[in-house]
């Protein structure tokens, strides 16, 4: 990506600071939960959870998500072929977020 193209709320994410001891793109079976602790506390979460779900990406931890849990939310499916815009799922996502926490 041309550095022109970079998001700018990419800056202030967490993986490109502290996360670097966190795999990011994990294969099926490896541990996401240290990618998705550090997803928790960053500050441009919900940007990060757009880029991914308004740009079809279908691999990786993006926003605190795996491409699983994105397609769950509706992201993209045989009926939708193209992404849903973010807004759409932020609220779904932060319901499942809640519904962990009980």
Known sequence: MPESAV???MAAAL???EGRNAEFFVVRGQDDRPAKAVCAR?????????????????YGIWGGTSARERSRLGATSPSRP?????????VVSRRGDESDDS
């Open 15 to 17: 993986c490109a600071t």
């Open 82 to 90: 193209e992404p849903v815009e973010a807004h759409e799922v932020l």
């Open 42 to 58: 960053c500050p441009v979460r919900d940007d990060c959870l757009g880029y991914a779900l308004d740009n079809g990406i279908a």
């Open 7 to 9: 998001p700018t709320w």
